[in-house]
Structure formats: structure tokens, C-alpha cells
């Protein structure tokens, strides 16, 4: 069964730095591409970044470029999101997600989130 796990979260004031961690099983990892999304407090869940399946090219919203970096370790099956010089707006719950086979969207595969909240 496939089971995604997100840990790192936490609270942080502006400017400072988290390292999201998704742990992943149940399937072939190295086949899939994988993202991350976000969902802030009255809001719809939003894409952060996205990573091919051998983790050379990756993508991102405008919002988060230059401070985000999403990575993948195939080796231990598991996806990270390194934040840097957060900001209250990146304040939500952060998601895991397997994109389809052919990456054409999210699947419909999700971790159950991790909470990070930025503090001004």
C-alpha cells in the first residue's frame, strides 16, 4: 500500500530555514515523479515544486523560487523540501504527493501533511 509520511515541520520565525522530509513505501519510488503543495488556512492546496522521477529537473512556483529546493534521495525513498528565508505567507500545511505514472498531475496519493507556521 502506498504510504507517504511528512516530517520537519514546525514554527520559525521570518527568515529562517526548515527541511521537510516525505518518506515513502509501498511503491517503486524511482519511477515517479513527486511534488510538494501547500495548503494555507482558507485556501486551496497550491503546488510548491515539483521533481522528475531521477531527480534532475525540477520546478517551482514563482512564490517560493530562490528560497525553496526540492530533492529526492532514491536511494533511501524518501523527497525533502529545504526552505530558506521563509516568510509568513509560506505559513500552511505541507503535502507530499506522487504524480501519475506519466507525471500529468497530482495523484492521488498524499501524505497527511506537516504543519509549518512562520512567525513575523
Known amino acids: 500500500q502506498v504510504q507517504l509520511v511528512e516530517t520537519g515541520g514546525g514554527w520559525v520565525q521570518l527568515g529562517g530555514s526548515l527541511r521537510l522530509t516525505c518518506g515513502a513505501s509501498g511503491f517503486v519510488f524511482s519511477s515517479y515523479a513527486m511534488s510538494w503543495y501547500r495548503q494555507a488556512p482558507g485556501k486551496e492546496r497550491e503546488l510548491v515544486a515539483n521533481i522528475n522521477n531521477g531527480g534532475g529537473i525540477t520546478n517551482y512556483a514563482d512564490f517560493v523560487k530562490g528560497r525553496f529546493t526540492i530533492s529526492r534521495d532514491n536511494t533511501v525513498n524518501t523527497l525533502h523540501l529545504q526552505m530558506y528565508r521563509l516568510e509568513p505567507e509560506d505559513t500552511a500545511v505541507y503535502y507530499c504527493?506522487?504524480?501519475?505514472?506519466?507525471?500529468?498531475?497530482?495523484?492521488?496519493?498524499w501524505g497527511q501533511g506537516t504543519q509549518v507556521t512562520v512567525s513575523s
Open positions: 504527493n506522487r504524480r501519475t505514472a506519466g507525471d500529468l498531475g497530482p495523484g492521488y496519493h
